[in-house]
């Protein structure tokens, strides 16, 4: 079976600071996404990926930038951490068919904490 | 404005109890809508997907309905276990492909006490 690593799983940094989270998947999937949960909130898009160096914005992505340079691996950084963006960021791969009967897996979350 | 209302918020049962998590929604198209099982610090697991206008599936002692014409879907879960505590999220797929949106709800939070 497949796995995908979220590194790492807890991030602390300074308000104002660059900030990068990686993720790693070994199922060979296309598609990859970087999703953001807010306690009380469903889940929300920042980026995906549906190939290597292809990157598509999601509904949330003013504040971050993201890297798709393997098919294996997708990252994602905080430009400029601000405290209102303590979260859990969820990475999840998927076939291309994954939006409905594909295969759809989630890492295991990367808590932010900014002070 | 949310496109996917799930209730209750939380939910306490005892051990061995069924309990049914409701979704209502508004996403339109609705391809599809996926279950899921958050435990704590962890992420998502998939349940189960529901394709059909009017679907039903079953997984162990997870079952869920699906009806499009009302928007709205059941999880059903029988004889819950100390395990099944975990947070419940409704998801739903605007597309059959990876280039569409998932629309998730804030999720059912089930406390299963003994």
């Known amino acids: 079976g497949g796995i995908i690593t979220q590194t790492p799983k807890f991030l602390i940094g300074q308000e104002g600071q660059k900030l990068t989270l990686k993720c790693q998947q070994n199922?060979?999937?296309?598609?990859m996404y970087w999703y953001r949960q807010d306690s009380g909130k469903g889940l929300r898009l920042i980026y995906y990926?549906?190939?290597?160096?292809?990157?598509q914005k999601g509904d949330l992505s003013e504040g971050y930038d993201a890297s798709r340079e393997k098919k294996s691996s997708f990252s994602l950084t905080v430009t400029s951490a601000q405290k209102n963006e303590m979260a859990v960021f969820l990475c999840?791969?998927?076939?291309?068919?994954?939006?409905?009967?594909?295969?759809?897996?989630f890492g295991e979350g990367s808590k932010l904490t900014v002070l | 404005k949310t496109q996917v209302e799930q209730s209750p918020q939380s939910l306490v049962v005892r051990q061995g109890e069924n309990c049914v998590l409701q979704?209502?929604?508004?996403?339109?198209?609705?391809?599809?809508l996926r279950w899921f099982k958050q435990d704590t610090g962890k992420g998502l697991v998939s349940l189960t997907v529901l394709v059909d206008q009017k679907d039903k599936t079953s997984n162990g002692r997870y079952s869920a309905t699906l009806d499009k014409d009302a928007k709205h879907s059941t999880l059903h879960i029988t004889a819950t276990l100390l395990d099944d505590t975990a947070t419940y999220i409704c998801v739903v797929g605007d597309r059959g492909s990876a280039l569409g949106r998932l629309h998730f709800g804030a999720g059912t939070q089930l406390i299963v006490i003994p």
């Open positions: 979704c209502n929604y508004s996403v339109t198209p609705d391809n599809h």
């Open positions: 999840a791969s998927s076939t291309l068919t994954g939006g409905s009967t594909g295969q759809l897996y």
């Open positions: 199922f060979n999937h296309d598609t």
């Open positions: 990926s549906i190939t290597e160096n292809d990157l």
